[in-house]
């Protein structure tokens, strides 16, 4: 099981989170020893940072705490391993293009028997490390490819979520399904199940928090994000809750679209 | 236009070359003020670091320079904007994935008429930015396709040069067409013509340095690269001799196919 955090925002807005703070409040520290990586959209593309080493010996990480790039929408990923080699190739998040943009993908859960699994096959994308998160990627990005090679224009709000949702249903009968996925317009987070701190499986499998910040001076420094001076909505959506403030759960197979740091919608499963 | 380097070794090596004393030796510093990239292959992923900034104000630079991941392939690229706007997108070196191995792509010159050349022509990749050169590569993918698709091994080099070979061909009649391709296997290297120290447009378009390293207790600092202690062959390119030592120029359209620090194949035009 890993840890996911998305950002989402009104104006491009520092993500400085940390990743350590993000593990330590998965009341699991230490335990995800195997990787991380962040992706952060600059208009259609991304700015990747991966490594297959812990984020808290990581000098990256420090880095990108202290001067990552100011963005829109961004999506962080802590691994431990269960699948697959600790290799950069099994570190999410994914990225590659589709149309002309970079779509992103990350996944908490375990997908047993994803390869055997008929209609989430893929063709055209292939993977380039061994797990079934990026397999699924591939999958994803298989039953998306008509729709976007369809017309030069961006595809409807509801047609991509009609192809989210039903992959999502598909993959929660695999097992446990947390995922987040971006196409550099919208921000897809799907919330199923995972490992409590009690040691169950069980739902919510992410928390969403919404936050406006009033016109100020100076920067508001809140957990996570820095926000620029001046009017802004922020919207986290991660594994666990970071802050005391009151982090919505998802509830199972809950789908959730975001964009500009505002819920588009929100569809029970 | 840019400057290109590329470094292959038998054996991981840190890769410590400058990006400013690259572009220090090309004789127009301050000029390439728009963004500068490397790639470090790891098996068939690439870490890549990219930034539309200046090269010599970049924090991340000097991150890659002091701690950059170690690596047998690496790919750098800075630019000097001279077709599209500065963005993320438009900095080289490009990465995309096919057969389920990352491909990494970063070219100099000038490509023009490319969007109406119609062997030159996409249909499954497609630019994320307004580069002439990210055209160049969907192109040189869509070409290669077909190649690592009909088979699950590896293709032969004789396949893949003879296309890389004809791309290189039918870059050259647009415009001056240096540029480094690699699959995760074997690093293509074409020198074509570039704007020399005088002003004018000639040969050569990129030099290559080959060196082999005896036995040592102690590592061997060498301009660009820290070699490892013990035997070592190291093979750099460039767009100008980065050292004193003797850099063979590339004849005009020569194209060199290099793995492990060695130079496998060299084809005159």
């Known amino acids: 099981m890993c840890e996911l955090l998305a950002m989402s925002s009104r104006r491009p807005t520092r993500l400085t989170f940390s990743l350590e703070t993000l593990a330590a409040h998965s009341g699991r520290t230490g335990r995800y020893r195997d990787g991380w990586g962040a992706a952060f959209y600059q ?17 990256l990480v420090r880095f990108v705490e202290a001067q990552g790039p100011g963005t829109t929408l961004a999506i ?11 290799t950069l190739s099994n570190t999410q998040p994914f990225a590659r293009e589709l149309a002309g943009r970079m779509h992103v993908f990350a996944h908490n859960g375990d997908l047993s028997g994803i390869e055997r699994t ?10 380039v490390g061994t797990t079934d998160s990026e397999h699924a990627f591939c999958a994803l990005l298989e039953r998306m490819r008509g729709l976007w090679d369809s017309t030069s224009r961006l595809p409807s709000l509801d047609e991509r979520l009609s192809i989210v949702s039903q992959f999502a249903a598909d993959l929660r009968k695999l097992g446990p399904s947390n995922f987040l996925y971006a196409d550099g317009d919208t921000l897809f987070a799907h919330g199923h199940r995972r490992i409590q701190a009690a040691g169950d499986i069980a739902p919510p499998g992410l928390f969403l928090l919404s936050r406006r910040c009033a016109d100020a001076d100076e920067p508001v420094h809140a957990v996570g994000v820095t926000v620029a001076a001046g009017f802004q909505e922020v919207l986290l959506i991660a594994s666990v809750p970071l802050t005391d403030e009151n982090w919505r759960p998802f509830a199972e197979g809950e789908l959730v679209a975001v964009s500009a740091g505002q819920v588009l919608t929100a569809e029970l499963a």
Chains 1, 2 share one sequence.
């Open 43 to 59: 208009d259609n593309d991304v700015a990747l940072f991966r490594e297959p080493t812990a984020a808290g010996d990581s000098a």
């Open 76 to 86: 962080s990923h802590i691994r431990r391993a269960t699948r697959g080699a600790v």
């Open 118 to 127: 008929g209609n989430l096959a893929f063709d055209h994308y292939r993977p």
